[in-house]
Structures are given as C-alpha cells and as structure tokens.
C-alpha cells in the first residue's frame, strides 16, 4: 500500500498529526507512507520515524512572486516529485484549499481514493474545496481534540481500529547536541522557557516567567531561552538579565532547535509550536493557557505533561507546582 499524507503547516498542526502517522505505521508495517509539508517544516519530520518520503512546498514562498520564472520552476519541479508516485490513498489533513489543490495533483492508482474531512471541528480552519476535490469526505465530530482528528479520519479512510495510546515518534540528534552543548549551556539540567508566541493574548507576564525561573535557578536548574523574532529576543534578554542562570539561545534552524530542546530537562511554555513540540519529543512539560482552549490542543498525557488554564492567567504557584508534578511522574 502507498499512502500519501498531505499536511502543509503550520508547526503545532504538523506536530498534532504525527500521532495519525504512527496510527497508520502501526497498521500497515509495510505500507509506503508519504508526506507533503511546507519546506520549512522538513527538517522536524526527517527527525520523524515512520515516513518514507518527505515532498517539500513553498506554497507560502510561491504566493508572493506567483508568476516569477523562479516560483513557476519551483511548482514544476514540485509537481513531478508529487507524481512520482501513484497512490493507494491520499489523505488531505489539512482541510484547506491549498491542501485540497495538492491532494487533487497527486496521482492515485486505479483503485486509489482521495480522502478529506466532510466538516470543520470546533476551533479549526477549513474550507470547503477540501470536500469537493476528495472522493471519500469523512465526517468528524465536532468537538475533538486536534491530534484525534487526524488519528480518527485515517483510521476511517483506511479502515482499521485506534488504539487508547498515542505515539510522535519525534527524537532528537544526539550528535547534533553534543555539538551545541557549550553553546547553549546544555551541559547542566535545564528547563526551557518557550514564552513566545506570534499572538499576545496567548503570552503569559514577563514578570512571571522571572519569578519562576528564580525559582527554578534557585533548585538548581538553568534556563534556556529560545526567540523566533526581534521581540521575542528583546524578552529573552530581559528575562535572562535578571536571572542568575540562564542562557538566550541563538536563533537556531529547526532541526537544532529539535535536537536542543530534545536534551532539555523539561519545558514551561505558553500555547505554541515549541511547547506542542516538547509534548511530542516526550518531555515533562507544563502549557500554559489563557485562553480556553486547552481540551482541543493541549497535552493529552496527563502525567508527564499538563496543561492550566485560567483567566486572565496561571499564576507562578500553580505552575511551580504542576512542575513538580510532571517532572516527578
């Protein structure tokens, strides 16, 4: 069987389907699974067990100079590494014209089917040219959490039964880190701080995340700090200036990222793609919400990782002490 996975972006939704993958892994051993994903993307599933064959798009890229002679190469050359292969199943998880566009390009064989989702979910995107290119459109209920969406529309595509636990089948490159450990303090316990986040009403006070990591420096731990952007590098800087150990990480790639983050003793983070990230490389994790919307993307696994919502914020105690717990457990 040749199965194609068809799931663009954004970070935490490519983070959130690698539990349908491992599904389908698990099912069909010697399936041929695919997937297409944003480019800059790539380098997090090639640290993904499970997959064959990784077909990287610059759809984002493509949009801003749609006619230029280079973006027309690009989605040619695109385009035949997409029907290099025809395919028993196509599985649009996005649900999004784009990704409707790409499951519609790909090849099928004789028999094969596109499969979509026939409904939004409750808190997510779609569109519903997603559900007129497929063959086969999948009703999900409405409320589901973002990992068992995907996990219950490629067991319903491909007919076989899910099991209660979910794997990521994420690790990091431990050569990798030892190249970076001096670099980024790596060589004593520390916790990252993933306090960034591309929308303000999912951050929690730059004083909190001071308060606690005095407390975490004063049980022993250092503090990493990590940014995505200029503003969030001006908050790490400014968290770590007032903390006895801390370290602001450079901006690293993904696939350092990955690799550091992986060596990392645990993570607090807000709502975002680094903390959806350390759930699926299995750290202790505390996510932080203000918002409620913990039940559709937050931990599922209660006892290594936890999620707090409150309004208009955790405070620092209730963290601290789901810390202890999920490091402990």
């Not at 209660?302 to 601290?320: A, G, I, K």
Request: aromatic share 8%; proline share 5%; charged share 20%.
């Amino acid at each position: 069987m040749r199965i194609l996975i068809v799931k663009l972006s954004s970070l935490g939704d490519v983070v959130h389907t690698l539990p349908a993958l491992q599904d389908i892994r698990r099912a069909f051993p010697a399936a041929r699974i695919d997937w297409v994903v944003e480019a800059s993307f790539l380098p997090l599933l090639q640290r993904c067990s499970g997959i064959d064959r990784l077909i990287a798009c610059n759809l984002r890229s493509w949009k801003r100079a749609l006619f230029s002679a280079a973006t027309l190469a690009e989605a040619r050359h695109f385009v035949e590494q997409l029907q290099q292969r025809s395919y028993d199943a196509v599985i649009d998880l996005q649900g999004l014209t784009k990704s409707a566009c790409v499951a519609r390009i790909a090849r099928t064989t004789a028999t094969g089917q596109r499969y979509a989702m026939a409904n939004r979910t409750e808190g997510s995107s779609y569109e519903l040219p997603t559900r007129w290119v497929s063959d086969v459109a999948i009703p999900i209920q409405s409320r589901v959490h973002a990992v068992d969406r995907g996990r219950l529309l490629c067991a319903a595509a491909l007919g076989y039964e899910l099991t209660s636990d979910h794997f990521y089948g994420l690790k990091g490159d431990g050569l990798a880190v030892a190249q970076l450990s001096d670099q980024l303090g790596l060589n004593e316990p520390t916790v990252l701080f993933a306090h960034g986040s591309s929308r303000r009403d999912k951050c929690w006070p730059e004083e909190y995340w001071i308060e606690l990591g005095r407390r975490f420096n004063e049980a022993g731990w250092r503090i990493a700090l990590p940014h995505g952007s200029p503003a969030e590098h001006a908050s790490s800087q400014r968290i770590s200036d007032l903390l006895s150990r801390a370290c602001v990480w450079p901006r690293l790639p993904l696939a350092e990222l990955t690799d550091a983050m992986a060596a990392c003793a645990g993570v607090v983070g807000v709502d975002s793609g680094l903390s959806h990230m350390a759930v699926a490389l299995d750290l202790p994790h505390v996510q932080i919400y203000n918002l409620d919307t913990a039940w559709r993307t937050g931990p599922i696994d209660c006892r290594r990782q936890r999620s707090l919502y409150h309004h208009p914020y955790p405070d620092v105690d209730q963290v601290w002490r789901a810390w202890h717990e999920v490091s402990s457990a």
